[in-house]
């Protein structure tokens, strides 16, 4: 196993000929992929691996100035690629991967069959004629919590982002992973994707986007699916589904999973 696999704790299952690459988002791990992958077993060779900063990567590999800003991610993931000898992907990227996916295929198009992204967002602030869901202030107020307890922050942001109560197994879940990380890289993570803005590069993205979006995600209005679409510069597509929450992979697997395959197996019709 290489370095850049160790540290990512990259997996490779399945058996079939082509590679599909899983990618979590914030306050995750490669977990929670788990109701997805074993539909993809006999058809690809699945790829999963864990962000730097995750609750399960070693925290003295966190470099906070490489991850202060979203390309450190996108070097990681082409650097994988590369490790693995991977020269084509179908590329499954939630939350702030569906981001780093897009900025790794605008260097290299050629790495990517297709984008698949589950809650992807460009821009979290609101701005003039953009609705991205926070004002600084309420980022601000997110951020100074999480600093000065970090245990109750997981508490409170947890069942907000999945949708639910805490009795949830999702909610229970994401909790767990969430609480898996230092706070310390929790809050630089959190800082670097919510205020980063990736809407100037939107139009050199080529390779063509599958844009999956729950109808309520506290994080993402469906408004920024939409924005997407009207940006992105290659073909794109999109479907909101009748879920509840930012990470619908795990609180609602039943609807999800048929449609995440449905995208998978069939490209966008010309």
């Not at 898996?180 to 939107?202: E, G, H, Y």
């Given at each position: 196993m290489g370095v850049v696999e160790e540290a990512h704790n990259v997996k490779?299952?399945?058996?079939?000929?082509?590679?599909?690459?899983?990618?979590?988002?914030?306050?995750?791990?490669?977990?929670?992929?788990?109701?997805?992958?074993?539909?993809?077993l006999d058809e690809f060779r699945v790829i999963i691996y864990d962000n730097m900063g995750a609750g399960t990567t070693n925290p003295d590999y966190f470099d906070f100035e490489r991850y202060?800003?979203?390309?450190?991610?996108?070097?990681?993931?082409?650097?994988?690629?590369?490790?693995?000898?991977?020269?084509?992907?179908i590329f499954v990227g939630h939350s702030v991967s569906a981001m780093i996916g897009t900025i790794a295929s605008i260097s290299r198009p050629d790495l990517f069959a297709k984008i698949i992204m589950i809650s992807g967002s460009p821009r979290y602030l609101n701005d003039v004629d953009y609705f991205g869901s926070f004002e600084q202030e309420e980022l601000d107020q997110l951020f100074d919590a999480m600093g000065a307890n970090y245990k109750a922050?997981?508490?409170?942001?947890?069942?907000?982002?999945?949708?639910?109560d805490m009795e949830s197994v999702a909610v229970q879940e994401f909790s767990r992973?969430?609480?898996?990380?230092?706070?310390?890289?929790?809050?630089?993570?959190?800082?670097?994707?919510?205020?980063?803005?990736?809407?100037?590069?939107?139009?050199l993205v080529t390779v063509p986007c599958?844009?999956?979006q729950s109808m309520k995600d506290l994080a993402v209005p469906v408004v920024v699916a939409e924005y997407l679409h009207q940006h992105l510069g290659g073909e794109?597509?999109?479907?909101?589904?009748?879920?509840e929450g930012h990470l619908p992979q795990l609180s609602s697997p039943d609807i999800v999973i048929p449609v995440l395959l449905r995208h998978i197996r069939h490209d966008i019709a010309a």
């Open positions: 490779v299952l399945g058996s079939g000929t082509r590679f599909i690459v899983l990618a979590h988002g914030f306050g995750t791990d490669q977990s929670v992929w788990k109701h997805l992958v074993p539909h993809l202060s800003t979203l390309e450190g991610y996108a070097h990681d993931l082409l650097a994988i690629l590369e490790e693995l000898r991977v020269h084509s992907c922050w997981c508490s409170g942001f947890a069942p907000m982002a999945v949708g639910g992973t969430l609480f898996n990380m230092r706070p310390d890289i929790a809050l630089s993570v959190l800082q670097t994707i919510f205020q980063s803005d990736m809407r100037q590069i939107l139009s599958h844009i999956i794109s597509i999109v479907e909101v589904m009748s879920t």
